[in-house]
């Protein structure tokens, strides 16, 4: 068992309750997912604001904005994990709600990246910003792969930097460089995205081609 099934199962037990009182009351999977997604559109308005102050000379409004935009895209994390769970107890999985997830997920990762990627080039930290987008690149990739992979008939859930992984790390590292009121902590951790996240794609590809080569040469 790996640390992040030990975590899910974890997790699951403290919002399992919650996740019952939802099913009772009428709330679907999908609504829930759409809830995640919009506190993410939330996230992004607070780091635009932040990147805007930033650029006004405002860096105590601006750090306190980051802040509370790590701590929005932490709640809607939780959203991001309730959505399935419900659907798997309430018996209500479909077809379209595992796309309506996957597509919202995306849009998620790459609008609070985008916010980011203001905040750095605002402040004057242009490399920064290019490496946020390089982030934001290998974020979509690491998707694109599983996603192209499940297509061929591969389980491709390999790599270090999965969308939990990178949830968490974009969300600590905006609250700490927040709160800190240093913005070398939101640095590391898109450093750290774009490096692993990347590095996670290509390991991705180089498992799809090893389980390719065996298949072809059975043929």
């Avoid at 037990?13 to 009182?21: F, G």
């Avoid at 006004?56 to 932490?74: N, Y």
């Amino acid at each position: 068992m790996d640390y992040r099934t030990i975590i899910q199962k974890f997790i699951y037990v403290i919002i399992n309750p919650l996740i019952k009182a939802m099913i009772r009351i009428g709330i679907t999977p999908n609504l829930t997912t759409t809830l995640g997604f919009l506190g993410n559109i939330g996230a992004t308005c607070l780091f635009i604001a932040a990147a805007l102050d930033m650029q006004s000379g405002k860096q105590e409004v601006a750090f306190s904005l980051l802040c509370w935009g790590g701590v929005v895209i932490l709640l809607a994390g939780l959203f991001d994990m309730m959505d399935g769970r419900l659907a798997r107890l309430g018996g209500m999985s479909t077809v379209f709600g595992a796309l309506w997830d996957s597509t919202l997920d995306r849009y998620s990762e790459l609008v609070t990246l985008f916010g980011i990627c203001l905040v750095f080039i605002q402040s004057g930290w242009f490399w920064l910003g290019v490496t946020t987008f390089a982030a934001m690149v290998g974020s979509v990739m690491v998707s694109y792969v599983r996603a192209r992979a499940e297509g061929l008939g591969i389980e491709c859930k390999v790599g270090l930097m999965q969308r939990p992984e990178r949830v968490v790390v974009t969300a600590l590292a905006a609250i700490v460089s927040g709160a800190t009121g240093n913005l070398w902590w939101l640095a590391g951790g898109m450093i750290l995205i774009a490096l692993l996240a990347n590095l996670t794609a290509f390991w991705r590809i180089a498992h799809c081609y090893k389980v390719l080569s065996k298949q072809d040469g059975q043929h």
